[in-house]
């Protein structure tokens, strides 16, 4: 079993959006995109070079305020074997919640209890929260972000605007904070892939 003790950069958290607004092809593009993006020459290079040399990575899916789960668990990239390794997991990841309500809140809630249990400590912690709806159920993700802000992470959006344009807004104001935060947005699932190893990028740099 690999060695997961040591500290790294990054711990960086990718939790995507489930509710119901994701079609199954459409979450087949999210998978798929995201695991072409962490292939990425730059983003390797990214999550294994900096100054030690590994990075913490895991997938969160959520939806409704009771729906999360943790589909790849912390998983140390100490080179490019170990990320292509992530990336396969993260294409083959199935859709196992239910379908629901868009509760960010909770999902920020469920992403510092995973900081928290990390396996190595990080010099960054990053959350990628990525979806398409803003949120409609449980607790206003406003005061979970701000707790993590403090405790100095980051928090970065990836708004999808098939439904809705004003999405870029909703995150800015509500779910991103921290540290070089920002808000990327694409027009559709189509163009998720490019807009994750964008993200991606700027966000390991």
């Known amino acids: 079993m690999a060695d997961m003790t040591g500290d790294v950069d990054l711990a960086l958290i990718l939790a995507f959006d489930g509710s119901a607004s994701v079609t199954f092809e459409n979450f087949g593009l999210i998978a798929g995109g995201t695991a072409a993006a962490l292939r990425d020459p730059a983003v390797v290079a990214g999550l294994t ?22 589909l790849v668990d912390w998983t140390r990239i100490d080179g490019p074997a170990a990320l292509d390794a992530f990336a396969a997991q993260v294409q083959d990841v199935p859709r196992v919640i239910p379908a629901g309500t868009t509760a960010i809140g909770a999902a920020l809630s469920v992403c510092e209890g995973l900081l928290r249990l990390a396996p190595a400590r990080a010099t960054r912690r990053v959350i990628d929260v990525a979806g398409d709806g803003r949120q409609n159920q449980g607790i206003d993700p406003g005061p979970v972000r701000d707790r993590l802000v403090d405790a100095g992470v980051t928090i970065n959006g990836l708004c999808v605007l098939h439904e809705e ?21 694409c027009q559709d699932y189509a163009g998720f892939e490019a807009a994750m190893r964008q993200k991606l990028r700027q966000e390991i740099s």
């Open 165 to 185: 344009a004003d999405l870029v807004e909703s995150y800015t104001r509500d779910v991103i904070g921290g540290i070089g935060a920002f808000a990327l947005q």
């Open 49 to 70: 070079g900096g100054a030690l040399g590994a990075s913490l990575c895991c997938l969160l899916l959520w939806s409704a305020p009771d729906a999360q789960d943790l």
